[in-house]
């Protein structure tokens, strides 16, 4: 049996529909599925505290130990890590500390580089629920 122009344009019409309902419920499940999309973002940045957390220790115990340079190398590493650790005051102070760390650094001030760097710890430990 040939299709008429009617059920040919109904069968368009029904696959037109198919395909659009499906590229706009497809999107929303990755947001409203299992995880979702800013729970990913979430876990990532706590992933980058952390890691920045763990860089600033290992710069501390550097500076504690007069070693400037490596001290300067995970400073570095745990402040671009909490640039990636997303907004909160705590990150922001924390941010702050590894600054003036990485400064003080630069200048050969190893016992205030590592003051500014333990102050970090403390900030990024901080735990944050206001984003």
């Given amino acids: 049996m040939p299709m008429t122009r009617y059920t040919m344009s109904q069968a368009v019409g029904l696959a037109a529909l198919v395909v659009l309902v499906t590229a706009t419920v497809l999107p929303l499940q990755q947001v409203f599925g299992e ?13 980058h505290r952390e890691e920045a957390i763990t860089l600033a220790q290992e710069a501390a115990d550097h500076g504690k130990q007069g070693h400037v340079g490596a001290f300067l190398t995970s ?5 671009q890590s909490a640039l990636k650790a997303g907004e909160a005051p705590h990150v922001d102070a924390g941010i702050g500390e590894l600054k003036q760390a990485i400064e003080h650094g630069k200048a050969g001030h190893a016992d205030v580089a590592t003051k500014h760097a333990e102050q970090a710890i403390t900030h990024l430990a901080e735990k944050y629920r206001s984003r």
Avoid: C, H, M
Avoid at 41 to 47: C, D, K, P
């Fill in 35 to 47: 995880g979702g999309a800013r729970r990913d973002v979430i876990r990532a940045e706590e992933q």
């Fill in 75 to 79: 400073a570095e590493a745990a402040l």
